[in-house]
């Protein structure tokens, strides 16, 4: 199939929407056999522990890409504690994804 970039957030914590979406979402974003698996684990420095899995192709470039924040709940990650819905002391969900996908910006 067609391999579409794909970063998932989800926290293991989340009431709202099941945490097995998030998982869900990043299989089915898998283009197929191919591709190796990193796994690193971390702690944001507001203190929230995450887990990366980072499905990469050949090239070693991430084409799928999943955090699990844990014991975050339903909430944007590092979010401005101004807001509602926000978890300002997990990593930066926005930082990440701008990261993430200009990893793969298309020439134009």
């Known amino acids: 199939?067609?391999?579409?970039p794909t970063i998932v957030f989800h926290g293991?914590?989340?009431?709202?929407?099941?945490?097995l979406n998030g998982e869900r979402v990043a299989a089915q974003a898998l283009p197929g056999?191919?591709?190796?698996?990193?796994?690193?684990?971390?702690?944001?420095?507001?203190g929230i522990g995450w887990t990366r899995s980072v499905h990469a192709?050949?090239?070693?470039?991430?084409?799928?890409?999943?955090?699990?924040?844990?014991?975050?709940?339903?909430?944007?990650s590092g979010g401005s504690s101004d807001?509602?819905?926000t978890e300002p002391r997990g990593p930066d969900a926005s930082a990440e994804m701008l990261r993430f996908f200009r990893e793969h910006a298309r020439a134009g």
Do not use: F, M, Q
């Not at 199939?1 to 579409?4: D, K, N, Q």
């Open 1 to 4: 199939g067609a391999r579409v």
């Open 12 to 19: 293991d914590g989340d009431r709202t929407v099941h945490p």
């Open 33 to 46: 056999p191919g591709l190796t698996e990193t796994v690193t684990r971390g702690e944001s420095p507001g």
């Open 57 to 76: 192709d050949a090239a070693g470039r991430g084409i799928v890409e999943k955090w699990v924040l844990h014991g975050a709940g339903h909430a944007w």
């Open 83 to 85: 807001g509602s819905y």
